[in-house]
């Protein structure tokens, strides 16, 4: 499955974005899948996660979504802060178990989008 990050840009503190994760070559319901995100000379480091049976999840400010419909998943970011400023990537990974996924890394990646949070 192919994975197209799209929705990063530069956002004031405070603000909001939604990213998005498109797939083509695959179902994407049929996989757990992830953000993460990586800053410059650092790791990259996982943000949240949805099983294949779930409509959203929530962490507090981010929620992780999905539409069937149109083979997409989505990232919504409110309150964002400077620190939140990375380069994001979705993920699809075939075991269901998120711990698996953060253990093992996902079996695929999507290239990254860029967010910018400015103070």
């Known amino acids: 499955v192919q994975l197209q990050a799209s929705g990063g840009g530069l956002v004031q503190a405070g603000g909001s974005l939604r990213l998005s994760c498109a797939a083509s070559?695959?179902?994407?319901?049929?996989?757990?899948v992830g953000w993460f995100r990586q800053a410059p000379g650092k790791e990259r480091e996982f943000v949240i996660a949805?099983?294949?049976s779930a409509t959203d999840s929530t962490n507090g400010r981010f929620t992780i979504s999905r539409d069937n419909a149109k083979n997409t998943v989505y990232l919504q970011m409110n309150s964002l802060k400077p620190e939140d400023t990375d380069d994001y990537y979705c993920?699809?990974?075939?075991?269901?178990?998120?711990?698996?996924?953060?253990?093992?890394?996902?079996?695929?990646w999507g290239k990254g989008t860029l967010v910018t949070v400015s103070s």
């Open positions: 993920a699809a990974h075939s075991n269901p178990k998120i711990a698996t996924m953060q253990r093992n890394g996902p079996d695929y």
């Open positions: 949805i099983n294949r």
């Open positions: 070559g695959g179902t994407l319901r049929r996989y757990l």
